[in-house]
């Protein structure tokens, strides 16, 4: 048993996190899943459309993963690349890897060849740990894809989730393990996950995590929506980013409650779960909970025992996010941060509307930020205005193995950047108006994308919008909105521009361009993919403009 601040994990009972969550830090979610499986075996810990898997269950697959990684090549502390659908697997891994003493290096299923194989190699992962079958290939025919983009595993551990059984498969060099050998077991404060950012463009990056970081965040996720032993979590993010990690794999495991989840999100599926499992607690990025309110399926479904939504990943648009409490009776909670630095501020139940539905929540105590001007310096402006920069417990150990990456990532006296503007009022309310990458530079002056879409998306015809910036000749680049409409809704250039004219906004901030989509393309996080966006307005207006 690893060493920690419970007296005895055996006096573990449901709801002791719940009232005493600063007693947990130097607890492994291994051991907690451990004690669950000795005291509530038989009780659901994951529950799917398919199955349920009980706490048993679980423990005694990452038992079968933490076995055969020992066989691996590679030793106490290497690194394991796993790729398995958001359901039981994937989180039997991440214990499994603990147990075995590897670091688990996990890759959102939905993430393509080429990105799958720079992970691996900036993690110098040589055991893939993975499903039979992935997206509709083998793991065979995905090893052969990762050979040509020169990644060549030694090992491969298939975990069949349905059936139970974990099987290892040798691909080359020679024997070797460690289950004889000693060696230190993990502390909660040592680097045991590296996910990846979840952007859209380019290359991700590795992100190191301890866990003391995801059970403090867990604590605040908790607080915040008042979350204890009688909830029932759905959680239809993906698992290994920072909003399926606290919400899938730490909070439902420390509080012994089930979390909903599926291989792959579709509305209608999420729906019925809801009503089915009477799910309390829904976790989802805001185009989900979107497509959830527009579902003509949820308009037949039971969602009353729905009383708390977590959502964000992406601007929180606050008409949607009003009728969804007036259609269900949650209210709407969210965090601001990032996968880097952790929760900078959150809105909790105590909150009142306007603080929850069109800010991001007063910022952490313990998050200790600045917001930093143009040069560098504390922003003099009142409300402050600038990039935030931020030191404390929640914040990852930064970027693996990539100190080009982490020189941009730190100021010079280590306070952790991130990648927004915001504003931060008198009352220590957070409100994101841009990101640093995210503005059309039109004829030299910044444009923000955030503003626009938050403006665009208030039209009564839009259900979904993406805003971009298209090449131009004179201006360099133009303002694009991609939008999905309602049905039968319609919006042109014209409409929408008079509209928001209207509305007394600035003529910067009118879209120049329109496109219509039948849906946006979301990325591995679960985010709108923006180089999707662009790539379908580019495409359109060489047909269109000449």
């Known amino acids: 048993m690893t060493t920690n601040s419970v007296d005895s994990l055996d006096d573990l009972v449901s709801g002791t996190f719940a009232t005493h969550p600063e007693r947990y830090s130097h607890v492994p979610i291994s051991d907690v899943i451990r004690t669950w499986a000795r005291q509530i075996p038989d009780r659901p810990a994951f529950v799917t459309p398919a199955r349920t898997t009980t706490w048993i269950e679980y423990d005694r697959l990452a038992d079968a993963v933490a076995r055969e990684l020992r066989a691996t090549v590679g030793g106490l502390r290497s690194r394991a690349a796993l790729l398995l659908p958001d359901t039981t697997g994937v989180h039997a891994a991440l214990c499994g890897c603990y147990r075995a003493g590897r670091v688990a290096a996990a890759i959102g299923v939905r993430s393509g060849v080429r990105e799958i194989a720079h992970i691996m190699r900036r993690t110098g992962a040589t055991v893939l740990v993975t499903a039979p079958e992935i997206r509709g290939r083998s793991w065979r025919g995905l090893v052969e894809e990762l050979r040509v983009q020169g990644v060549f595993p030694s090992d491969v551990v298939v975990v069949d989730e349905d059936g139970g059984a974990v099987g290892r498969h040798r691909l080359g060099g020679v024997e070797h393990g460690d289950a004889a050998l000693p060696g230190t077991p993990f502390t909660t404060s040592e680097v045991t996950i590296l996910n990846s950012t979840s952007g859209t463009t380019g290359l991700p990056k590795v992100v190191a995590h301890d866990e003391r970081k995801w059970v403090a965040f867990a604590r605040e996720a908790m607080l915040g929506g008042r979350i204890g032993p009688d909830d029932v979590v759905c959680s239809v993010v993906p698992a290994p980013f920072g909003f399926g990690l606290w919400s899938a794999h730490f909070l ?139 030191r404390g417990p929640l914040m990852s150990a930064g970027y693996w193995a990539d100190p080009a990456a982490n020189a941009e990532l730190y100021t010079q006296d280590g306070w952790m950047l991130l990648g927004d503007i915001v504003e931060i009022d008198e009352q220590d309310r957070v409100r994101v108006v841009g990101r640093t990458a995210d503005f059309v530079i039109r004829g030299g002056k910044n444009i923000s994308i955030v503003e626009i879409e938050e403006l665009v998306g208030e039209h009564p015809a839009v259900s979904d919008v993406a805003v971009v910036g298209v090449p131009d000749e004179i201006f360099g680049e133009r303002v694009c909105a991609v939008v999905v409409t309602d049905a039968g809704g319609h919006l042109d250039t014209g409409t929408l521009a008079w509209w928001l004219r209207a509305r007394g906004v600035t003529p910067e901030y009118l879209p120049e361009y329109v496109v219509t989509v039948d849906r946006l393309e979301v990325g591995p996080g679960g985010k709108t993919d923006r180089r999707a966006a662009k790539a379908v307005a580019v495409e359109w207006l060489s047909r269109t403009v000449r």
């Open 252 to 390: 439902p495991a420390l509080l012994g409650v089930p979390v909903v989840v599926t291989a792959k999100f579709d509305v209608d599926e999420m729906a019925m779960m809801i009503e089915r499992e009477r799910v309390t607690v829904l976790c989802c990025v805001s185009t989900q909970f979107r497509m959830l309110l527009r579902s003509e399926a949820v308009r037949h479904r039971d969602l009353s025992s729905l009383r708390v939504l977590y959502t964000g990943g992406e601007p929180v648009p606050y008409r949607d996010a009003r009728a969804f409490e007036e259609r269900t009776g949650a209210k709407v909670l969210q965090f601001y941060g990032s996968n880097e630095a952790g929760v900078v501020s959150r809105t909790t139940l105590d909150d009142d509307v306007e603080t929850r539905l069109r800010t991001c929540g007063h910022v952490l105590g313990s998050a200790h930020v600045r917001v930093l001007d143009e040069s560098g310096a504390d922003s003099p402006e009142r409300p402050r205005r600038g990039r935030p920069a931020v």
